[in-house]
């Protein structure tokens, strides 16, 4: 059993949700190679690895996830075009860890796209859809569900129906708008960004905190404001959003805790952004 960071009350794991290669220069958008291939390096054919792994969060009063991996639905055609690597094994990992996923009673959705919503709906034994987390009510901003309903152009190629339908239709779905106590120590924030409802989850317990910016702070590289993603819907509003946060749950001490980083889990970073700590600790950098 893998150890968990300590937050106070809480225990932080991660599980596995797949890994895939994606195209270096769309997780840098406007940073040239010359650059980002000093702190990730790429394949041949430009491609570098990722991982989607989601947050497990066990609280005295919850057993919450944070966004829920590729999922088990990906055809063999989008396996290949997303050069998926390693399946996700979100169940298993649970099983690992004592828990079903019956005890998961809280999805918080940081946003919709593919890699953090495909693992809402799995494939049982019997290649039936299910919900993964089927007691679980899953957070979702109302900006973001917004545009899960009515995807512009570009987000139809990301927000696929088959992650949300089943969703809707039992009832576990809870829209909300703008910041919220979720429960003790466990909260929201609308943050925009990435997409136009990305949110943010903060947790805190005796007087710890961690945060999980989702695709505003993929991995420890994008560690630079001004390095975002051409992912990213609202690049402006990423980088003031990055420098604000990080200005803010800097000074609390607080864990940044990452979900595509295939080397480090979390770390805490100075006032001037340096990386001052990292989870696991024998991987400091
Ligand atoms: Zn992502």
Known sequence: MPHPLILGDFQLYWLNGGS???????????????LWQKKYTADAAN??????????????????????????????????????????????????????????????????????????????EEKKEELTF???????????????????????????????????????LKIIEGDLEVGPGIRLRHTGGHTRGHQLVELSSQGKT???LGDLFPTHAHINPLWIMAYDNFPLQVIERKKEYFNHYGKLNSWFTF??????????ITEQGDIKATWPPSLQR
């Open 134 to 172: 089927p007691r679980a009510l899953h957070y979702v901003q109302k900006a973001e569900w917004e545009d899960v309903e009515t995807p512009c152009h570009r987000a139809q190629s990301t927000y696929w129906a088959e992650n949300f339908d089943l969703l809707k239709r039992e009832g576990q």
């Open 210 to 212: 961690a945060v999980h």
């Open 20 to 34: 895939f290669r994606l195209d270096g220069g769309t997780m840098f958008g406007a940073v040239p190679k010359v």
């Open 259 to 268: 979900y595509h980083d295939p080397q480090i889990k979390a770390c805490k």
């Open 47 to 124: 491609s570098i690895p990722l991982v989607n792994d989601l947050l497990l969060v066990k609280t005295p009063q919850h057993t919450l996830v944070i966004d829920t991996g590729l999922g088990n639905k990906l055809t063999a055609k989008q396996l290949s075009i997303f050069q998926v690597t390693s399946p996700w094994s979100v169940v298993t990992d649970l099983t690992d860890l004592g828990l079903s996923r019956d005890d998961i009673d809280l999805v918080l959705l940081t946003h919709c796209d593919f890699d953090h919503a495909g693992g809402i709906v799995m494939l049982n």
